[in-house]
């Protein structure tokens, strides 16, 4: 593919995030792709060490670390806008693909730069709710728009995005490093990996857990939901068996669970559960929505809001090892089908040609 791609997204950006491995992916092609970070406060986080290089660079929040790193005219731009416009001047892309819509709507590109916007769960259920049309001038700017699954589509239309909008669904890729699997420890380890905020359902997972005897739980992930998480724990007389960790490697997070839960409320596939099936961890999850599904024998689906049919899912699991083992190949098999990252990656690929 001819023509320079930036990848636009905010800061933390991750190893193992999607950003990272779809640059990753594209370099590998021979791709002249960039990871672009536009809001970056040095002082609270740093990239990654294997990121250094001439293909990743930071806009800073922080005035002398901008000049540093965009040069003299950053002290007269103090907005992640102005400072992600210098970026992409310097850059000069083809096509410029923002991970989420907000920065992709404030963004000046360079003169024949496309735009192709990703669109998540979070996005098209929760962004702007309360505003009419909000996505309205995304649609008018943007070539493209890429969407991780029907459900998330489906949302989107009823947001406004018009039938007739270039976009492509491409399920999500998985990579996760090779980490031995961890003994069982008698009881039942039940893992959620998620951003902690309402949005998750986290409050109706805990209070599943409490109605399920021997079923140690783990929630790891960062937000503004932790301390109402660690009151629902206590409130239910679960604190020794609800555990709240940060964010870590999902791979060894999994290699220490029995199942993954997903709580999640609004339409859309949890990011985490590709990563389940891929690491053979059966998946208990609530409906994801219009037009999207797993196949019955990779993941035991219940309904929103409903703490007693998962809980119902996880004792009938926690009492038949057979069937979660079954599960696990099955999931296995649908990740590999579904969730291959090198096929993301050509069909990104293939998104971009259409601009270039």
Request: hydrophobic share 45%.
């Amino acid at each position: 593919m001819n023509g320079r791609v930036a990848i636009v997204c905010e800061a933390p950006v991750e190893r193992f995030g999607w950003e990272a491995r779809v640059w990753n992916g594209l370099l590998a092609r021979g791709v002249d792709a960039h990871l672009v970070v536009a809001r970056a406060n040095l002082a609270r986080w740093q990239p990654p060490r294997d990121f250094a290089g001439d293909r990743f660079h930071v806009c800073p929040t922080h005035g002398r670390d901008a000049v540093r790193a965009l040069g003299p005219r950053a002290a007269l731009h103090n907005t992640t806008a102005g400072r992600l416009k210098l970026a992409l001047a310097r850059l000069r892309p083809r096509l410029a693909h923002f991970a989420g819509p907000d920065l992709a709507m404030e963004a000046s590109l360079p003169a024949g730069c496309s735009l192709v916007v990703s669109l998540g769960p979070q996005h098209v259920c929760v962004t702007g709710i309360g505003e009419e049309d909000y996505f309205g001038p995304l649609w008018e700017k943007a070539a493209a728009v890429h969407l991780p699954d029907r459900a998330v589509e489906a949302r989107a239309l009823r947001r406004g995005m018009p039938e007739e909008m270039e976009r492509a669904v491409i399920a999500p890729g998985v990579l996760m490093d090779d980490v031995p699997r961890v003994p069982q420890n008698g009881h039942l380890r039940a893992l959620s990996i998620d951003d902690l905020n309402w949005t998750q359902g986290l409050e109706h997972s805990i209070q599943a857990i409490s109605l399920v005897p021997g079923c140690d739980y783990r929630i790891a992930g960062e937000g503004a939901h932790l301390s109402a998480l660690a009151f629902a724990r206590h409130q239910l007389g679960v604190t020794d068996r609800v555990q709240l960790d940060s964010s870590g490697n999902p791979s060894s997070l999994l290699a220490a669970a029995d199942v993954l839960v997903s709580a999640q409320v609004i339409d859309g596939l949890n990011p985490s559960v590709p990563l389940a099936l891929a690491a053979g961890v059966p998946v208990v999850m609530t409906q994801p929505g219009e037009a999207e599904s797993l196949p019955d024998d990779a993941a035991v689906v219940v309904p929103r809001r409903d703490p007693q049919a998962l809980a119902a899912a996880l004792r009938e699991l926690s009492a038949d090892p057979g069937r979660r083992q079954a599960m696990s190949e099955a999931g296995r098999r649908v990740a590999a089908e579904r969730f291959d990252a090198d096929r993301e990656v050509e069909e990104l690929i293939a998104l971009y040609e259409r601009f270039i």
